[in-house]
């Protein structure tokens, strides 16, 4: 195990530069989060995750996920700005279960994304991945607010393509909430598969930070601890993509 706790930006910066990833606990990321905002309406767009709607894609395939999504950009040393809503693309050698395909999910709803608590996730990706890549002018966003129902017959699986990369540049994966889930270990591998690290995210902001060109992340399938309960796991993810400033305007 390389990383586990990165109490300041800087600390986290030289973990990702250095190892391609960076495994973050509530306390350190509640702390820098602090710095770029807070959270003050975090009891609010947590509750969002109550509001999403079914993978259709992931469904046609007899699994199962709620999802939203939303777009934004943002140009070096400047505030992060939404986009329109749009298609998520991912090239089948990222994706092997649904990829070469433009999939339209349900945008996340104007409420979640007027939340004090996004512009603070997003202002802080932006200051960790902008530090990490100052070359880049324009940035290509997307926000996945991401459901995972597990029962006692069927476990619930984060990511059935199995371990991958999202063909981005850099990815926050930032647990909202568990509710009676055991395992969903996020795992982080080498291009040929050997294992560099894995972490459980169990407390809310527990997070991973992830150099997409360098290292493979997955999560292993989610079981209810209690068979007779509902169990979820909710998470966001981030995606920070590098464009030009020709992409803006095309
Ligand atoms: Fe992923």
């Given amino acids: 195990m390389t990383t586990l706790f990165a109490p300041e930006l800087p600390a986290l910066i030289d973990l990702v530069r250095n190892d391609g990833y960076a495994f973050v606990t509530h306390?350190?990321?509640?702390?820098m989060l602090e710095r770029d905002g807070g959270l003050a309406d975090w009891a609010t767009f947590a509750a969002s995750w109550n509001d999403l709607a079914p993978d259709?894609?992931?469904?046609?395939?007899?699994?199962?996920?709620?999802?939203?999504h939303a777009t934004y950009s943002a140009l070096a040393g400047q505030d992060v700005t939404p986009e329109p809503h749009?298609?998520?693309?991912?090239?089948?050698?990222?994706?092997?279960?649904?990829?070469?395909?433009?999939?339209?999910f349900e945008p996340m709803t104007p409420e979640t994304a007027s939340t004090a608590s996004l512009g603070t996730i997003l202002r802080f990706c932006h200051h960790a991945f902008g530090t990490l890549a100052p070359?880049?002018?324009r940035w290509h966003i997307e926000?996945?607010?991401?459901?995972?129902?597990?029962?006692?017959?069927?476990a619930g699986e984060p990511t059935p393509e199995g371990s991958h990369r999202d063909g981005v540049d850099y990815v926050l994966v930032l647990l909202i909430d568990r509710h009676n889930i055991a395992s969903g270990t996020t795992t982080i591998h080498t291009p040929d598969g050997q294992l560099l690290g894995d972490f459980t995210l169990t407390r809310p902001l527990d997070a991973a930070l992830v150099d997409d060109p360098r290292v493979f992340h997955g999560v292993t399938p989610?079981?209810?601890?209690?068979?007779?309960?509902?169990?979820?796991?909710?998470?966001l993810v981030v995606t920070f993509r590098a464009s030009d400033i020709a992409e803006a305007s095309a």
């Fill in 86 to 104: 749009q298609a998520h693309f991912q090239a089948l050698t990222y994706n092997r279960l649904q990829g070469d395909l433009q999939r339209w």
């Fill in 143 to 154: 926000v996945h607010q991401f459901r995972i129902e597990a029962s006692a017959d069927s």
């Fill in 222 to 235: 989610v079981t209810p601890l209690d068979n007779t309960q509902p169990a979820h796991r909710d998470v």
């Fill in 27 to 31: 306390d350190a990321m509640g702390g």
């Fill in 135 to 137: 070359q880049v002018p």
């Fill in 56 to 68: 259709t894609y992931l469904a046609a395939h007899g699994r199962y996920r709620r999802r939203r």
